[in-house]
């Protein structure tokens, strides 16, 4: 797995929008979940 | 999350432990230094590889020592190992995004480095609730709750490694035509330097600088938040804790908000608030802080969103001041910084708490005098920010690869003077 053969054209395809897509939903679900169980923590501080 | 339970576990006190924590954060940066030039070699994806397999790796053999009681396992594991990992993993998604982004390295590492902190926000609510699920008393459940933690970011990473790309040589944003040196800022250069070049300037140094005094202060808070606010407003242990993941969010959004901001306003000018406005932060916070809550709170947020944005800036500022080509190799060898104040930050910060105790003092008292310590490092910082120039061309690379060719024309080694 060499730097050139990771390397992309930079060219956006329909296939790598749907990729990146899927992919920031697989970040953001358990981010949003992480700061949720966090937020859950801070309303302690204010009641 | 571990602390408790792995005392209990080995039947040690807090300092034993503690350096499970200690070896990750020196490993971090010793690995990310000596590992940088390599990263930028392999590339992303066998560094993301690589990383994953350490990270992981690093549970699964913890877990081990957990399980066998052998403490020394646990710092080969999760400390020594893990560290490898996070170093590696730390730095290798800068660089890369910084090719993807020319026109805003601030967001670029703001998004890379963000990661790092959500990252905190999920691992912590997910470790409690493993430690939770596995066992009625958290003891029992370090060790399934380790390996369910291995195996989740083996999978996680690996996805990441997968699917990582460099851009095409060349490749520049739609519409967006590089700066020309006239009308880039004096302090953002369009050469580059190389990371062997970068560590013999004084640049290197006053940035190394930076960091070590803006990570150091935001420690001072963080190693002391559940405490402090307890001490402060006799809150309660829960409200304490609410405390510690608003501080998490605040470092989490500072990453990305005032790194991108850093595209704007430039590098430098972003560090002078940082350490600037962040030393009055300091000041209010040991003079005024316990006679409001709401003031408290603020300053406490404005202070650890500077905290973050310090770390998320510093590869764009790096960026500026040594070009791109090398960038997570110099990056790298900066992080020692973190290292350092990660063992000299909580060490300094627990003895003035110790000697403050035994003093007699209580409540807010407590915590003044590392208060006033940290505006004075913050200061320091603050100097060594303004002192940066542009990198003296000599140290260019194109210029060295020229006295390269010309030595082995003349046959005189490079760098040797006339």
Not at chain 2, 55 to 79: D, E, H, K, N, R
Not at chain 2, 207 to 225: H, K, M, P
Request: charged share 10%; hydrophobic share 50%; aromatic share 12%.
């Amino acid at each position: 797995m060499s730097e050139s053969e990771s390397r992309g054209s930079g060219g956006q395809t329909s296939s790598s929008t749907v990729l990146a897509v899927v992919l920031w939903v697989l970040v953001l679900i358990p981010l949003l979940w992480g700061v949720y169980q966090t937020l859950t923590g801070v309303v302690a501080l204010f009641s | 999350m571990f602390k408790n339970p792995l005392v209990e576990r080995f039947g040690t006190g807090l300092t034993p432990i503690g350096i499970i924590f200690s070896i990750g954060i020196v490993m971090l940066g010793l690995s990310a230094a000596i590992l940088g030039t390599w990263v930028e070699r392999a590339g992303p994806r066998t560094a993301m590889f690589t990383a994953a397999l350490c990270w992981s790796g690093g549970f699964f053999i913890g877990a081990l020592g957990v399980a066998t009681t052998q403490l020394w396992l646990v710092y080969l594991g999760y400390g020594f190992l893990g560290g490898i990992g996070l170093g590696i993993g730390y730095i290798s998604p800068v660089s890369t995004l910084i090719k993807w982004f020319p026109d805003r390295p601030g967001l670029a590492t703001g998004l890379a480095i963000m990661g790092f902190g959500g990252g905190a926000l999920i691992a912590s609510p997910l470790s409690s609730t493993l430690l939770e699920a596995y066992a009625s008393n958290p003891v029992d459940a370090i060790v399934p709750a380790f390996l369910t933690l291995g195996a989740v970011y083996l999978v996680a990473m690996m996805v990441g490694a997968f699917v990582v790309r460099l851009p095409a040589e060349g490749w520049r944003s739609e519409g967006w035509t590089p700066p020309t040196e006239e009308e880039t800022g004096s302090l953002q250069t369009t050469a580059d330097v190389s990371a062997s070049s970068a560590i013999r300037t004084p640049q290197f140094w006053l940035l190394w600088t930076v960091l070590f005094c803006n990570v150091t202060a935001g420690i001072g808070v963080l190693e002391q938040a559940s405490p402090m606010i307890q001490d402060f407003f006799s809150v309660e242990a829960a409200a304490a804790a609410g405390f510690v993941g608003l501080l998490s969010l605040a470092n989490m959004a500072g990453r990305i908000g005032w790194s991108s901001t850093s595209d704007y306003i430039g590098r430098k000018p972003t560090y002078i608030m940082y350490l600037g406005v962040g030393a009055v932060m300091y000041f209010l916070l040991a003079s005024f802080g316990s006679a409001s809550l709401a003031l408290f709170l603020l300053v406490s947020i404005v202070i650890l969103s500077f905290y973050g944005g310090g770390f998320a800036t510093i590869p764009a500022y790096l960026k500026d001041m040594f070009g791109v080509a090398q960038v997570g190799a110099i990056h790298g060898r900066l992080l020692t910084a973190w290292s350092a104040a990660g063992v000299a930050g909580p060490l300094i910060i627990n003895a003035i708490a110790d000697y403050q105790t035994a003093a007699g003092r209580t409540g807010a008292d407590l915590y003044t005098l590392s208060l006033f310590i940290m505006v004075g490092v913050l200061i320091v910082g603050f100097v060594a920010n303004l002192l940066v120039r542009p990198v003296d061309s000599r140290f260019h690379m194109e210029r060295e690869e020229g006295r390269e060719r010309e030595a082995s024309v003349s046959g005189r080694p490079a760098g040797s003077e006339t």
